[in-house]
């Protein structure tokens, strides 16, 4: 009986450890450098994992097209996929929220929310609905703002552009001041700069936009980039393959994407800093926005981020959340002066 308890339990080690292999996608080709946290998630988990769990990593547009990463995991036709949540906004307008909103968190803030003050579990909620488990592990700082041919110094110059903006909330309030949004992926941004399909443009981080050879077509650069004054990246992982895994390889795919999300504050701040003097060097110019649009900015986005909430019961749970740790953290945070 000892022998048959004993081998039976045996067996079952060996089953919750069985090696488990994932396919991995993402939405970023190979060349935009968004891509990087998501092949160091994948090197990290394969590094970890010794043998236990391993990810075979595929650019985006190698075995689904980038814009339906989103449906291949929720239909199980691929079994994960990196993303921006805010890509996802015409599904429920709350993964705007979870991407990036306009003149709300920093990077920091989400940090802070996602590991302390619940912020994970509004990504599973989000997520979980779709059956999808959602692992965070990027966090990028403030875009970089606008790139264009002509200088675009003040709110007031967007009346009537035509504008590469993501976001939701971000088409909204480009409507209110009179610009036109126009969604393109980034692989058609350069090209529509370079033939005037659109006035100006945003993308990403300015290592990013650099990358993609944006000083090359634009010589004038606005700042900041209020549209998103941090932005979160992370992994969706389909739900039956999440809940097939034992404890230990979960927690190596969360302890990989814990220091995925440490690594890339420092690589896209550094390469954003080289990246900033690259542009300069080539003869960009940049321009800032006034205290007074920034004002106006603020308070558009906060109507907008109450219509939303008025809208919708899940993004007004986030916004609840959100808000709750700003308040929670305002007078530690005032505390700390320009420190």
């Known amino acids: 009986g000892g022998v048959a308890v004993i081998a039976t339990l045996g067996a079952g080690v060996a089953l919750a450890e069985d090696p488990v292999n994932i396919q991995m996608t993402t939405t970023w080709p190979e060349g935009i450098n968004l891509i990087e946290s998501d092949k160091h998630f994948a090197e990290l ?21 980038s814009t339906q990463v989103f449906d291949a995991v929720r239909s199980g036709a691929t079994q994960a996929a990196a993303d921006w949540p805010g890509y996802w906004a015409g599904a429920n307008t709350a ?9 709300l968190f920093s990077a920091q803030d989400y940090v802070l929310w996602i590991n302390e003050w619940g912020g994970a579990e509004m ?65 058609e941004v350069y090209q529509s700069l370079e033939r005037g399909v659109v006035d100006a443009a945003e993308f990403s981080s300015p290592s990013t936009d650099y990358g993609m050879g944006f000083q090359e077509v634009t010589k004038h650069w606005m700042a900041p980039g209020w549209h998103q004054p941090a932005s979160v990246a992370g992994v969706m992982i389909a739900q039956d393959v999440w809940d097939g895994l034992s404890d230990k390889q979960k927690f190596i795919m969360e302890t990989a994407a814990q220091a995925t999300m440490t690594w890339s504050v420092g690589y896209y701040e550094r390469t954003s800093a080289e990246a900033t003097k690259a542009f300069t060097d080539a003869g960009v110019t940049v321009s800032t926005l006034s205290d007074e649009d920034m004002q106006r900015l603020q308070k558009l986005s906060n109507e907008h981020l109450i219509k939303e ?22 007078q530690w945070r005032e505390m700390q002066g320009e420190f």
Not at 95 to 103: D, E, I, T, Y
Not at 155 to 180: H, N, P, T, V, W
Not at 309 to 330: D, G, M, R
Request: charged share 20%; proline share 6%; hydrophobic share 40%.
């Open 45 to 65: 988990v394969n590094k970890l994992g010794e043998g236990t769990i391993s990810i075979d990593f595929f650019p985006g547009n190698t075995i689904v097209p």
């Open 123 to 187: 990504f599973d909620e989000a997520y979980g609905a779709y059956n999808i488990k959602y692992l965070p592990y990027a966090v990028l700082t403030t875009e970089s703002g606008l790139r264009s041919t002509q200088p675009i110094e003040s709110l007031d110059d967007l009346e009537g552009k035509r504008l590469r903006m993501s976001g939701r909330a971000q088409g909204a309030i480009l409507s209110e001041l009179g610009g036109a949004q126009v969604m393109l992926p980034g692989s």
């Open 309 to 330: 909430a008025c809208e919708n019961p899940l993004f007004a749970k986030i916004t609840v959340s959100q808000l709750e740790y700003l308040k929670e953290y305002e």
């Open 95 to 103: 993964f705007s929220l979870l991407g990036s909103f306009p003149m």
